[in-house]
């Protein structure tokens, strides 16, 4: 059977990848409990073992991890770490047959970050058809639930009792930043306003675009459109996210696809609706290692 490690499963995506996981006959997951579970030579061994290993650890960790272990073990790297890095392969297959294809190929996966989900499945498709200059200055609104700061903010909701809306990273030193500008090709970041909000999971990722900006799709008509014929493949599709006039940030709590709609006319809007932990998180981890098995991308998926 096939053996999945989970190196660093207390925190909330891997939790949850584990969750999701127990329900698959075809799996077996391992975890270290303990004082193994803190032992570098132990998680090595344990590394060594299995057929893939999902690292959910801080970023330092997870770099020192990743230095200790062969070339031929097979990971996916949930953290900020390795986003960048042109030596893995970044774990959004829906950009193209490119990016499926290192995935399934590869030893090497970063699974993006939330935030960076959002911008990325809306920009991406724009720059690369060259509807938008990659020279644009752009601004993004993300609303994500409380479950993406972990434990600490968890516990500020649940048992503090915060109740309203904090947004934070007021210097633009997000650490999502830069792997927008890596992976979309935008020369100048997007001035960034995230949002938490006191529910606990769901994003809507949301940018603002005027008409003038877009060459060939300068209706929201177009862009629906051009967003229809690129992503025809894996979770993300195209619908309309507002109803009654409202956008509801989770749409798709509990889920693990993610929808993107455009709205308005000269000045419009687009926004990518999901689930932090899901396509934020823990099921884009599944779906890249269903890719990397083999298997149907979307098995085991909450669709």
Known sequence: MT???IDGWQGTTGLKIISRLKERDDLKVVVLEGEERKSLSSRVRAIEKADITVLCLPDAAAKEI????PEYVRIIDASTAHRTDPEWAYGMPE???EYRERI???NRVANPGCHASGVIAILYPLIKTGVLAPESLL???SITGYSGGGKSMIADYEEKGYRYPRAYAPLQTHKH??????VTGLKTPPVFLPIVEPFYSGMAVTIPLHGAQLKGAASPEELKAL??????????GVGEGFVGGFLDAGLKHGKDDMLISVDGGERMTVTAVFDNLGKGASGACIQNMNIMLGTDEKKGLKL
Do not use: D, H, K, Q
């Open 95 to 97: 950009l193209g047959s």
């Open 139 to 141: 601004s993004v609104t």
């Open 227 to 236: 967003y229809r014929n690129f992503y025809t493949e894996g979770v993300i």
């Open 177 to 182: 930043l830069p792997e927008i500008s890596f």
């Open 104 to 106: 399934a190929s590869s």
């Open 3 to 5: 053996e999945i490690f």
């Open 66 to 69: 990743v230095a200790c272990v």
